[in-house]
Structures are given as C-alpha cells and as structure tokens.
C-alpha cells in the first residue's frame, strides 16, 4: 500500500514570509496529491490538490509543486499571515483502494506577528 | 447541502460503557470514512465503505471497534467495551465518483472515556 511521509513536523515563521512542506510518497501510480488545512478544534478542509498531469498548481497565496520522478510533492504558503496558524496534512491515495487517501502526520505551522 | 453531520459533537462516558457514533454522508456521496485522530498517532484511518459494504477495515484496533452503514444516508461507529485509551476525535467523511477524489469532513465526535 502507500507510504506518506511529511515534513518538518513543525514548522514557525515570521509574518510574511514563506512556508514550505514537503511530502513523499511509495506508490508511483498514485495520481492525486491534496492538501488539508486543519485550524484548531476545527475539521481538516482541502485547500489545494494536484494531479499527476501537472507539475505545479497555484491559488493566490498557495501553491504545489509535483515531482513525479523523485516522488514528492511540496506545499507552498507565500506572504504567510496569521490566519495561515494550522495543521497542514499531505495526502495521497492507496491504488488498491481507489477513493481510501493515505495521509501524512501532519505539519503544524505557527504564524508569528 | 449541509455537509457531512456527525453526531454527538462531544461524549463523555465511563470506561466499560458502550458508545455510539453517528454519521450522516453527504447525499449522493458513494464512500464513507471513519477516521480516529490523536495526538499521538495522528489521522488514522478506521474503516472505508463504498456503496455501503466495507471496503477496508484494516485500521479498526480491535474486537471492540464495530461499524455498520445500514443505508445510503448513515453510518455508525460503536465501541464496546470502551477504554480511557479510546478518547480522541473521530470524524467521518465523505466523497463521490466521477474521479473527485476530495474527502469532505464532517465536524468531528470528541470521545472522552473516563
């Protein structure tokens, strides 16, 4: 089945500056990579994901990068602000299983003002 | 659409009492998750369904842990008997076909066993 690994486990930056968080996977068949975004008491919510047809997606402040040949992909967070304070999850799906998503530990970003 | 909606929103019991967690998918959805969330271990997958038959159980930790999905529209998680080690958050989510592959989340049961 699928191995997700994520990193760094946490992760502090200064207002303004930029975030990135990396994540590998095993299975090079996989061809859905998405990203959620869990707040505080809150429940994880996708915020950007990308498919294996394309090598980099962009959403205002947020983009991911693939690179199917290393078999990683990486979260990118510019002009960071406080609201972005999270955890972070990768996520990529175990073919045997179609719709199951195997999901790394987590990145916990802390925003400093 | 209201999104997924699970309920209770919090349960606090005593060890050894059985509990029940409820899930109602978001209509038209086809697949259903459990997922149980630590602080140690993270998010772990419990259980999957598709067109209500389970698909893989392999993250359920043991004979104490049961899911049903009786129908299109809800879902249980039981566990009996429960232990001061299941407290967590569980939540449930949902996605379609058509190749859209994102997991909509529902707010989440906090679990304390006592």
């Known amino acids: 089945g699928e191995n997700v690994e994520q990193h760094p486990s946490t992760l502090s930056v200064q207002e303004g500056d930029s975030a990135v968080i990396k994540c590998t996977y095993s299975d090079s068949a996989s061809n859905y990579f998405p990203w959620y975004k869990q707040e505080l008491g809150k429940r994880p919510q996708l915020i950007i994901d990308i498919r294996s047809n394309v090598g980099e997606k962009k959403d205002q402040r947020i983009a991911v990068t693939l690179n199917k040949t290393a078999k990683h992909f990486s979260l990118h967070i510019t002009e960071t602000q406080p609201e972005d304070s999270a955890v972070y999850f990768c996520?990529?799906?175990?073919?045997?299983?179609?719709?199951?998503?195997?999901f790394g530990a987590g990145t916990i970003l802390r925003v400093k003002s | 659409d209201a999104g997924v909606i699970q309920s209770p929103r919090h349960e606090v019991t005593e060890m050894g009492q059985e509990v029940t967690l409820r899930c109602k998918p978001i209509?038209?959805?086809?697949?259903l998750f459990w997922y149980r969330q630590t602080m140690m271990r993270g998010l772990e997958l419990l259980i999957y369904?598709?067109?209500?038959?389970?698909?893989?159980d392999s993250g359920m930790p043991e004979d104490r842990f049961s899911a049903k999905m009786p129908n299109a529209s809800f879902s249980t998680l039981k566990i009996q008997p429960s232990e001061p080690r299941d407290s967590a958050v569980y939540f449930c989510?949902?996605?379609?076909?058509?190749?859209?592959?994102?997991?909509?989340f529902g707010p989440g049961t906090r679990l304390t066993v006592l």
């Open positions: 209509s038209g959805h086809n697949s």
């Open positions: 996520a990529a799906p175990d073919m045997e299983y179609g719709n199951k998503l195997v």
């Open positions: 989510a949902s996605n379609g076909v058509s190749g859209d592959n994102e997991q909509f």
């Open positions: 369904f598709n067109n209500n038959v389970p698909i893989d």
